[in-house]
């Protein structure tokens, strides 16, 4: 159901700034329920979610942990989401995917790794 794929990761050191992207064949666009999510893992750690996206109707929302840092946007024509992340913490290192589902932005805090569409991540390293 297209191809989703994340980039922009790298190592940085505490303070510094990345812009992830994600890459989609345009399917989440096609509903008008459709979000796209990106979701951080560290090592031993839990999936969690970082921030939401509606492609149709410019609603986002934030994790409580990265608000305020990290900005979701979105480029139709390319079919491409952005998460640019200021000010990392060391905190940030995690790898970072992305998905894409027919749910409400809201609901995609909850999105389970099963449902949906996931890229297979890209790594983030933030040093002190």
């Known amino acids: 159901q297209g191809q989703v794929a994340e980039s922009g990761g790298g190592s940085v050191q505490a303070g510094d700034s990345l812009r992830l992207s994600c890459a989609t064949s345009?399917?989440?666009?096609?509903?008008?329920?459709?979000?796209v999510g990106w979701y951080r893992q560290a090592p031993g750690k839990e999936r969690e979610f970082v921030s939401s996206i509606n492609w149709s109707g410019e609603v986002s929302h934030y994790a409580d942990s990265i608000k305020g840092r990290f900005t979701v946007s979105r480029d139709n024509a390319k079919n491409v989401v952005y998460l640019q992340m200021n000010n990392l913490k060391p905190g940030d290192t995690a790898v970072y995917y992305c998905?894409?589902?027919?749910?409400?932005?809201?609901?995609?805090?909850?999105?389970?790794?099963?449902?949906?569409?996931w890229g297979q991540g890209t790594q983030v390293t933030v040093s002190s």
């Open positions: 998905a894409e589902a027919s749910s409400l932005v809201w609901s995609m805090e909850s999105l389970r790794p099963g449902n949906g569409f």
């Open positions: 345009g399917r989440a666009a096609a509903s008008a329920a459709a979000a």
